[in-house]
């Protein structure tokens, strides 16, 4: 037993209208039962954030963004910061997903502020790391993710560390339906936390690092079963809810 709290995140990434969000959760949070032990966080486009924190309100659900802006405010057109997302209820927001560093040029300069100012703002910050394939191939997945753990949470104090959820997600595995192995999850995942233990070895020890890429019902239970592995950051299979809460129900420690 690890003693870190699973955590399960939907990455809706850019699907569900409001009607559909609302639809959604009026139907999982009927059907969450005694899910306490697990922590939810479901992260919808902006557009339906303020339906799912409306909707999320009486149950133990948090609503994360899938993305902000470092600035508090300024000449960005098309962006939104971190106050914005606080004003509406929002709680956290997924940083650095490799799409967003694969088509919107995201970079990890441009993370390390993002990181430090969520956590300055008090949003809980799910920063996701991990490799290419062919980076995979060429034994490099160590020197990727300890340079992106390194640059991305450059900002971040060591107290504040343990604040900070990780999503090892490596970019083969992503809406693929090839998933890693547990073992590679798990392999990934320690090294990541080896790495954490350079800036402060309490707080990685408290940090929870989630595996993300084709996790669906039937594979999610041998993958969260795994010590390193604390939770999942799920694309495709949480815009079901049937689909969701099973994977949910698999992190039940
Ligand atoms: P997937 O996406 O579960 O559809 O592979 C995971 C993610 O991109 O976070």
């Not at 303020?50 to 133990?60: D, L």
Request: contains cysteine.
């Amino acid at each position: 037993m690890s003693g870190r709290t699973p955590l399960v995140a939907a990455n809706w990434k850019m699907h569900k209208t409001v009607g559909e969000t609302e639809d959604f959760l009026d139907r999982f949070i009927g059907e969450i039962g005694d899910l306490e032990a697990v922590e939810i966080v479901i992260c919808p486009p902006y557009t339906s954030l303020s339906a799912a924190v409306e909707r999320c309100r009486r149950s133990p659900i948090r609503v994360a963004a899938q993305n902000m802006h470092e600035a508090e405010q300024g000449a960005y057109t098309g962006e939104v910061s971190a106050g914005m997302l606080l004003d509406i209820g929002v709680q956290g927001v997924v940083l650095g997903h490799s799409e967003r560093r694969q088509y919107f040029n995201e970079t990890d300069e441009a993370l390390a502020r993002k990181v430090a100012v969520a956590l300055e703002r008090g949003l809980e910050p799910i920063l996701c790391v991990g490799e290419s394939e062919a980076e995979r191939d060429a034994g490099e997945t160590e020197a990727v993710l300890r340079r992106q753990i390194e640059a991305d949470l450059d900002g971040v104090a060591a107290e504040d560390l343990a604040r900070v959820v990780i999503a090892y997600e490596p970019i083969w595995a992503i809406g693929t339906g090839r998933t890693a192995t547990p073992e590679q999850a798990e392999e990934a995942i320690a090294f990541i936390r080896s790495q954490l233990a350079g800036i402060d070895a309490g707080a990685a020890e408290a940090v929870r690092i989630l595996y993300g890429g084709s996790v669906k019902p039937g594979n999610a239970a041998e993958l969260l079963g795994r010590e390193q592995i604390d939770g999942a950051l799920v694309g495709g299979a949480s815009l079901d809810p049937a689909d969701f809460l099973a994977i949910c129900e698999a992190a039940k420690p």
